[in-house]
């Protein structure tokens, strides 16, 4: 168990719809990053961020958008749902930016877009 | 461009044999390294994590991995296989290059399997 919980644990939607994730971090850490793991793939970066900002970007186009809260908790919301947006996604929380601080990852959600 | 090329996509080893993982990275600056390790249905645990000194690096669960500069490897190893350590493993980078140490960049993974 790492402390890091995520809901809903498997989604469906249709194309063009619009998604939710939610995170809910360790108590203290102010970082939270999320990843997209496709099948058979390692994860992605998709974002991170600190104190409630967003602190970093992957490859990814702004449909795919965050937020961080003062309660350790966060969301990925991604609008107009793809085929391609299917996959697990993952949240990792750790104490502070930068350093050697352990991420510890959430069991993710599965998304699967039809 | 950084990145982590796992080449085994799978391996079978039987029950207490030894276990190698390979890992070979491109980063443009002294990268953070990391090997976690994903058993199905569930996210990522860490075994282990390299960022300076002794570049032989003891994680959980027995596993060790060595950093080799002039190679630009981090090969997981554990001298004896246990059935339970049948899952999927990652080999990760991070660090000023990739925008962050905490934001990673991951191999393909490696599938293994473990034969009684």
């Known amino acids: 168990e790492t402390g890091v919980t995520q809901s809903p644990t498997h989604l469906i939607k249709t194309r063009g719809q619009q998604v939710t994730l939610r995170c809910s971090s360790q108590s203290g850490h102010n970082t939270v990053s999320w990843y997209q793991q496709a099948l058979g793939q390692g994860p992605q970066f998709i974002f991170q961020?600190?104190?409630?900002?967003?602190?970093g970007r992957g490859n990814f186009p702004p449909r795919f958008s965050g937020l961080q809260f003062p309660n350790y908790s966060s969301e990925l919301n991604v609008n107009a749902l793809e085929l391609d947006d299917s996959a697990l996604y993952l949240c990792a929380s750790s104490l502070k930016l930068g350093g050697t601080d352990t991420q510890y990852f959430g069991p993710g959600t599965r998304l699967t877009v039809l | 461009a950084q990145s982590v090329t796992q080449p085994d996509i799978h391996i079978t080893v039987s029950e207490g044999a030894s276990l190698e993982l390979r890992c070979n990275y491109s980063y443009g600056a002294t990268p953070y390294l990391f090997w976690y390790v994903q058993s199905p249905g569930q996210g990522l645990q860490l075994l282990l994590k390299?960022?300076?000194?002794?570049?032989l690096v003891q994680g959980i669960k027995g596993f060790e991995a060595e950093f080799k500069r002039s190679q630009s490897s981090f090969n997981l190893r554990k001298p004896s296989v246990h059935w339970s350590d049948a899952a999927e493993y990652f080999c990760?980078?991070?660090?000023?290059?990739?925008?962050?140490?905490?934001?990673?960049?991951f191999g393909a993974g490696t599938r293994l399997a473990v034969h009684p």
């Open positions: 961020y600190y104190r409630e900002e967003e602190n």
């Open positions: 990760a980078v991070g660090g000023p290059s990739s925008g962050g140490y905490n934001k990673l960049i």
């Open positions: 390299y960022f300076s000194g002794d570049t």
